[in-house]
């Protein structure tokens, strides 16, 4: 599903060249969990980013779903964004100005998805999520792990085939992150592919592999014993 | 879809709650003051547009030339034309012919003085249809005419008019066959009574064919759809049928069509009707309204860039969750929509409420004026459509511009807002400079030394019982001895036109002076006046003698002004008195027996004209221009109006001072001068907002920096001095932009004026002060608070 060859990723300044990635190979198959670990500012973020669409490597080829994907035209992203990429992140980054509903429902109004079909998709997360009575709260007057809930509603709400998270569990506490991990598991077993970073171990392993990055260089790629 | 875009608008706008109410303030202030000038523009543009079918009524300009030079360039046409036109030319629907008189109007034993009335052809009424509230226009017979609902009132008080008789200019009955109910404001007819000109045919004084030689208004209402040039070309083949006299004399004449809308706006022709209007000052005050305006919405964009940094993560989050740049533009579409939509709200309530006031503060006749419904709101919308469409355009370009990986948003687009923010300052110093100028061009106008003295003068009205009367002048001189007999009384003389007033069209005339060889070709005016002249208006005898006291002295003697012993080609004051020079086609010889200084008969817009001046009472009431001491004024109003009600019964006294007399003719600048006031304060209002929402961006770009300064041990002021280091830079660069061209607008705007002040230094160096302390007042407020704040705060957010 996904396929990087000898991306390299650096950012220039007045004297000095900085790698973020370097020759990063790393493949990914439909119906995986992977989870990228590493020390702060291995680049875990930016390889993210890179395979979301959100940044662009400097060299090196990266293929989604089979089609080459680097230096995409700005419509096809939005493309890829509305169909196939889901995003989570350590912040939430809900929408302030929509309520809980209309988070969830934003995306599928931008993919121009009927009202009644809209409406039974929303629904449905919300009961699956038990947030049916939250409904009409604003971002800012949920918990965390509401938010986060509400992230993953809206993130999976256009069935997209891959799930990107960003230290999901990053500003929750544990209780929170739990709940979270179970859910993007579940998520993973009804065929979702998901790619995370965490620092945390035990989260890692709700994956069923484990990329270590360490200075933009991957050091260890396993899959998580059963 | 609509239902999100809305609803995220409203919150949005909500939400940032500072943010809209600044923008809405400086939307509100930019489309107020436009709104009202755009009401004043729409009243100047619909001058004489009430009258059906205005667009397609045209005047009939006659200019005559000799060898090439223009002697004549007019509005005025000779009255022969009317006949030629209505039988000859059936593309012409209408024609109508007319002459304007200032008459004296009797009903039951009171006169009434400078009465506007219009003699007119039959049928005048198919040109300018007038609104009866009363009877019928009818011109179809000597001694018919109507007369204005005001003036109706003002004659008749309660009697109905109709059927009446007044008495005009002591020897004509007219009979009122109908009320008009008053025309708008916005009318170069400015009449009050409309009186059929076959009047005067039945009098004898003129042929019932007219003749050719001009002086009248000459009005065409064409056919609909038919081309005026076609009739245009047959009206100047009556040049060669009718005035042949003309290529004896080697002059050629031709007749121009002048569309009513325009007759408002053009200058430079004589015998013109009604005020016209400064057209450059009134395309100026449309540019200014409309940069104040564009400035408004430069500040909506450059705020709302500057709050898209604050946005950029919620912006971001749309477009990843499948917003397209489209989407995006639409949601600030619908922000800025909204919040211009209620600010045009709030205007027009503004507008609606202070109408009135807006109009008696500038004393413009915005009440009575007529102004075509729906076009003020249909200008507005059209000006606030586009407006917000660039406005969102380049705002929805900056969204889709902007970086969207998450939390890593970079900061362009800063030059090109400093750039706006350099126009609006600059356009603040250029109307600052302007309004400056104006003022001081209004001051040296009111202040220069005209040459004679005004101050203590009193204009009076000739008394208009005294015109058919044989013994006017001696009663006048009873009137003189006996005003003059009190202490407060200094001098006294008549006059056909006194200062502040443009001669009257029959005071026109060539003067000749065979003796040096001078033929004509030079414009004269020709006043009258008494041995009284010189002390009242304390003007300087140069040489010779003033006139004697008695009339018989005096028989054709004139006085005349250097300018007119330049013209007449005499070399100094001394060699022309007691000579003799002669009215153009006349052969009474006048004796120069004295010469005075030039002085401003006009304001100083115009150049001192040559004038003459002879002895004979007044044709028409003409003017009593009386010197009083100043000192006990009240006492003397107080004499003077009994001294009058005892000689002059019939007339009521009707005075004015002729130093303000002499300044209503800076009215229009006076005006013009108030408007750039309130735009100046204006523009730097929605200018120091401009500069407030580049300061906000500018502190979110660098909010990190300032608190790194901080922590390495900058003080706040330090901090403050840096950042105005920043602004002040560019605010210098729009001074740069700014004085060239203010410079040049205000030169090309005193070259209306004969005479003018100089664009002093002082004015740039105050102007540029103001707006320089402006600036760094703003920018220290507002970055002295970043500065002041703790340090760690900007810092901890990564
Ligand atoms: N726009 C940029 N310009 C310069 N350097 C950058 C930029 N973006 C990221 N970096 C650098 O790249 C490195 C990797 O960043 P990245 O966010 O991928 O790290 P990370 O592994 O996600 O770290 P963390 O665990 O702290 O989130 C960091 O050192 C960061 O400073
Ligand atoms: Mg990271």
């Excluded at chain 1, 809900?94 to 309520?99: A, F, K």
């Excluded at chain 2, 002048?258 to 540019?287: C, R």
């Excluded at chain 2, 060699?575 to 008969?601: S, Y």
Aim: hydrophobic residues 45%; charged residues 20%.
């Amino acid at each position: 599903m996904i396929k990087l060859r000898n991306i390299d990723r650096y950012f220039d300044s007045k004297f000095q060249r900085t790698f973020v990635l370097k020759g990063v190979d790393l493949d990914v198959e439909q119906g995986e969990f992977v989870s990228i670990m590493g020390p702060s500012g291995a680049g875990k973020s930016t390889l993210l980013n890179i395979i979301g669409l959100l940044d662009e490597p400097n060299a090196g080829e990266y293929y989604l779903l089979g089609d080459p994907a680097f230096q995409l035209k700005e419509k096809k992203k939005v493309q890829y964004h509305r169909s196939h990429i889901g995003f989570i992140f350590q912040a939430f980054h809900l929408i302030d100005e929509l309520n809980v509903y209309e988070n969830i429902e934003t995306p599928l109004i931008y993919r121009n998805v009927k009202t009644k079909e809209r409406k039974a998709l929303v629904a449905d997360l919300l009961d699956r999520f038990n947030m049916v009575a939250k409904k009409d709260l604003f971002p800012s007057q949920l918990s965390g792990g509401q938010q986060q809930l509400v992230a993953v509603a809206r993130a999976i709400v256009g069935n997209p085939k891959l799930l990107l998270a960003d230290e999901p569990t990053g500003n929750l506490h544990s209780e929170q992150g739990e709940m979270i991990m179970k859910l993007l598991k579940k998520l993973n077993e009804e065929g979702m592919t998901i790619i995370q970073v965490t620092h945390n171990e035990a989260f890692a392993n709700y994956g069923s592999r484990i990329v270590k990055l360490v200075d933009g260089l991957i050091q260890e790629d396993y899959q998580v014993k059963k | 879809m609509l239902k999100l875009i809305i609803i995220s608008a409203f919150r949005s706008l909500l939400k940032y709650k500072q943010m809209s109410l600044i923008n809405l303030f400086g939307l509100v202030l930019g489309l107020t003051s436009f709104l009202f000038s755009v009401y004043y523009i729409v009243y100047e543009y619909s001058f004489d547009s009430f009258f059906d079918k205005s667009e397609n009524i045209y005047r009939i300009n006659y200019e005559v030339s000799k060898q090439g030079e223009p002697i004549y360039q007019g509005a005025k046409s000779p009255r022969g034309l009317f006949h030629a036109i209505r039988e000859q030319i059936p593309e012409v629907e209408a024609n109508g012919c007319a002459y304007f008189e200032k008459c004296q109007v009797l009903f039951e034993d009171t006169y009434y003085a400078n009465q506007d009335i219009l003699w007119v052809s039959e049928d005048f009424e198919d040109v300018f249809p007038l609104d009866m509230i009363a009877g019928v226009a009818d011109y179809s017979a000597p001694r018919l005419g109507i007369i204005s609902e005001t003036a109706a009132k003002a004659l008749f008080h309660d009697k109905d008019p109709v059927g009446r008789i007044m008495e005009v200019n002591g020897e004509m009955p007219i009979e009122i066959t109908g009320v008009f109910k008053d025309m708008p404001s916005n009318t170069h007819l400015t009449a009050k009574y409309f009186v059929s000109y076959k009047t005067w045919v039945e009098m004898g004084i003129m042929g019932e064919r007219g003749d050719w030689s001009g002086g009248w208004w000459n009005y065409i209402k064409m056919k609909k759809g038919v081309s005026k040039d076609q009739s245009l070309q047959k009206i100047n083949g009556f040049v060669e049928m009718y005035m042949p006299f003309l290529a004896d004399d080697h002059r050629e004449a031709s007749f121009s069509l002048q569309p009513l809308k325009d007759l408002h706006f053009i200058q430079g022709i004589d015998g013109e009707m009604g005020a016209n209007t400064n057209y450059s000052s009134l395309i100026n005050l449309i540019v200014v309204a409309l940069f104040t305006l564009f400035i408004a919405w430069i500040n909506y964009v450059n705020l709302s860039t500057a709050q898209a940094q604050t946005r950029s993560l919620q912006i971001s989050m749309r477009k990843l969750v499948g917003a397209s740049n489209i989407h995006v533009w639409h949601q600030s579409l619908a922000e800025s929509i909204i919040l211009n939509l209620f600010a045009l709200t709030i205007s027009f309530v503004i507008y609606l409420i202070f109408k009135n006031t807006f109009a008696d503060f500038f004393n413009i006749p915005l009440k009575e004026a007529y102004i075509p419904p729906g076009n003020i709101l249909l200008i507005l919308l059209a000006i606030v459509a586009l407006g917000i469409l660039f406005s969102s355009i380049y705002y929805g370009i900056y969204l889709a511009r902007m970086n969207y990986i998450v939390g890593k948003d970079k900061v362009k687009g800063g030059k090109f807002k400093q750039g706006l923010v350099m126009v609006q300052m600059a356009l603040s110093i250029i109307f600052l400079i302007s309004t400056m100028v104006v003022y001081k061009q209004i001051s040296f106008m009111k202040n220069k030394d005209l040459g004679i003295e005004l101050n203590g003068v009193i204009l009076c009205t000739g008394p208009a019982s005294l015109n058919p009367d044989p013994q006017k002048r001696e009663k006048y001189q009873g009137f003189k001895n006996e005003i003059l007999s009190f202490a407060g009384f200094e001098s006294a003389t008549f006059n056909v036109f006194v200062p502040g007033m443009e001669p009257i069209g029959y005071t026109q005339r060539e003067f000749v002076n065979p003796e040096q060889g001078v033929t004509s070709g030079t414009v004269y005016y020709e006043n009258s006046a008494d041995d009284g002249l010189i002390n009242t208006y304390k003007i300087d005898l140069l040489a010779g003698n003033n006139f004697g006291i008695s009339r018989r002295q005096n028989i054709n003697d004139v006085l005349i002004n250097q300018n007119a012993l330049k013209q007449l080609g005499f070399e100094n004051p001394e060699e022309a008195v007691g000579r003799w020079i002669f009215r153009r086609g006349d052969t009474t010889r006048l004796e120069i027996i004295g010469v005075v200084n030039d002085f401003h008969n006009e304001g100083l817009q115009k150049p001192i004209y040559p004038m003459v001046w002879n002895n004979n009472y007044p044709f028409e009431f003409g003017y009593f221009a009386i010197r009083v001491n100043t000192k006990n004024l009240n006492e003397s109003l107080a004499q003077l109006k009994s001294v009058w009600n005892r000689h002059f019964t019939k007339d009521e006294l009707n005075y004015s001072f002729a130093d303000q007399h002499f300044n209503e003719q800076y009215k229009s600048e006076s005006r013009y001068s108030k408007f750039y006031v309130w735009l100046t304060i204006l523009s730097i209002a929605i200018a120091t907002i401009g500069l407030y929402g580049l300061i906000v961006f500018y502190l979110t770009k660098r909010d990190k920096e300032i608190g790194l300064r901080k922590v390495n041990g900058a003080s706040a002021i330090q901090v403050v001095g840096l950042l105005n280091k920043d602004f002040l830079s560019w605010i210098i660069i729009s001074f740069v932009i700014a004085f060239p061209v203010s410079w040049y607008a205000m030169n090309t705007w005193l070259e209306n004026f004969a005479y003018k002040t100089n664009l002093s230094w002082w004015v740039f160096a105050i102007a540029g002060m103001a707006v320089f302390s402006i600036a760094v007042l703003t920018v220290s407020l507002k970055s002295w608070k970043a500065a002041s704040r703790n340090p760690v705060e900007a810092l901890r957010y990564e």
